[in-house]
């Protein structure tokens, strides 16, 4: 049975109508670690359900699974006492956000958290959207696969990054797949696949070293294939743009071309002088200078959290995995930094938006795994802007005024050897889908048009 087949089977029966159906309801606490007792992990068992069928031998047998999230209610139970009991330290000896996340910023947030927050509203948004798991190179990796009715569509592997996941997405899943709906043409139309990075929200967690971003771009290529995407493109920020870039490099036959809003382009003697602490060259132009500045700030003053997981991620996810309170503050403390909004990422993120998204880290307690992403990465060397030699893949990049770095288009032109396409925009930041979703999607589609 065909993951079309199998998709339109569940969805004909959600309306009603007869039809074989092959069901599967995947807890998330098949990937998590078990910490309720064993009444709750016998609910947390993955369980299948499957009606009669015309083609019921293969049931078992299919490599794509159907997934939905049912967190149990003891989970849920156990974070809001775990946030009633946090112990707080004292306000911090400055005025601003010097020393990290201010005790009066967090306060509000983690009290709507602890009493207000619903998850199963969040839930509900993901179990709207056809989710799926399925095994790649021994581990499970979850993805939302959304086909649009636009049968002309462009298949698009969208990868989140970090502190962030599939909820980052969400805004624009409709927006590309059904763009008649928002202002756009029917030649618009993504195909979109949206996977849980390795150790992320629902994918599985690497267990031995090696899932660094050269695999992890590998394994999404064979899900691109797996899926019957022959030719497709790739999009991304953050771990997404290293992994687009990566398969811009691999360049395996269907990638059609790439879309990046954090572009690896710094090159290494740019590098050499971010790292002696040397003064920005005279003669760079304005832009570079721009750039150069970035980079300092964030080497000189914000690569803390980075250096931990680049080098004791297990150390750090001690207190990610026990404390709700020490994962959001972490986590938050990038929101506030690289969100374009002045410090206030109420600004353009609502308290859901992040909440949504550190809940589900927490639920599926991937704090740990999800830094160790970064302990894989470094033991290949280089950093998130080293500068890519792309030769062939045609690359379109977009440049959010609040992104860590705002790369110049001549490092652009030295990286990427066929640009297709750059643009600076007057807002956004790192998270641009979840913060400028309209602008994100305009990007997109101008992006790849060429392409189509």
């Known amino acids: 049975m065909s993951l079309e087949k199998i998709w339109r089977s569940r969805a004909r029966n959600r309306n009603g109508v007869a039809g074989p159906a092959v069901a599967l309801t995947a807890s998330l606490f098949v990937f998590a670690n078990p910490a309720y007792g064993d009444t709750q992990m016998t ?67 983690v009290d709507y958290w602890g009493t207000a927050y619903d998850w199963r509203r969040a839930e509900a948004k993901l179990n709207a959207l056809p989710q799926f798991v399925t095994d790649i190179d021994g581990l499970k990796i979850h993805f939302i696969h959304v086909r649009s009715r636009h049968p002309d569509a462009m298949p698009l592997l969208m990868t989140h990054g970090w502190p962030g996941s599939v909820f980052e997405m969400l805004k624009v899943v409709d927006p590309l797949t059904n763009p008649t709906a928002h202002g756009g043409r029917a030649e618009d139309a993504f195909h979109l696949v949206l996977p849980s990075y390795p150790g992320y929200g629902f994918s599985g967690k690497p267990q031995a070293a090696g899932w660094g971003p050269d695999q992890v771009a590998r394994a999404f290529h064979e899900l691109m294939l797996r899926l019957g995407h022959k030719q497709y493109v790739s999009q991304g920020g953050d771990w997404g743009a290293i992994i687009s870039e990566l398969l811009a490099v691999q360049a395996p036959d269907g990638l059609l071309g790439i879309h990046i809003n954090m572009p690896g382009t710094v090159p290494p003697n740019v590098l050499r002088l971010i790292r002696n602490r040397d003064p920005v060259p005279s003669n760079f132009s304005e832009e570079e200078k721009v750039a150069f500045a970035g980079l300092e700030y964030f080497y000189g003053k914000g690569f803390g959290y980075a250096e931990m997981m680049n080098t004791r991620p297990q150390t750090l996810g001690y207190a990610l995995a026990d404390s709700p309170v020490g994962m959001l503050a972490f986590y938050y403390d990038k929101f506030t930094e690289w969100t374009y909004s002045d410090g206030e990422p109420e600004n353009v993120l609502t308290r859901d938006d992040m909440l949504d998204n550190v809940t589900l880290y927490w639920l599926t307690n991937t704090g740990t795994s999800s830094s160790r992403s970064y302990w894989d990465a470094a033991q290949g060397g280089g950093g998130p802007f080293n500068a890519f030699d792309i030769q062939k893949v045609p690359v379109a990049v977009t440049i959010f005024p609040g992104e860590i770095y705002r790369a110049p288009r001549s490092w652009g032109e030295q990286s990427f050897k066929n640009l297709i396409y750059w643009n600076e925009v007057d807002k956004g930041g790192h998270f641009a889908a979840f913060e400028e979703p309209q602008l994100f999607v305009d990007e997109l589609r101008a992006a790849f048009k060429p392409l189509r």
């Open 43 to 109: 609910a947390a068992t993955t369980r299948y359900t499957a009606a009669t069928s015309a083609e019921p031998a293969e049931a078992d047998d299919i490599a794509i699974r159907p997934f939905r999230s049912e967190v149990p209610q003891a989970a849920l139970d156990d974070l809001r006492r775990r946030i009633t009991a946090t112990r707080w330290p004292e306000r911090e000896t400055v005025d601003d956000f010097s020393q990290g996340v201010q005790l009066e910023k967090l306060k509000p947030l």
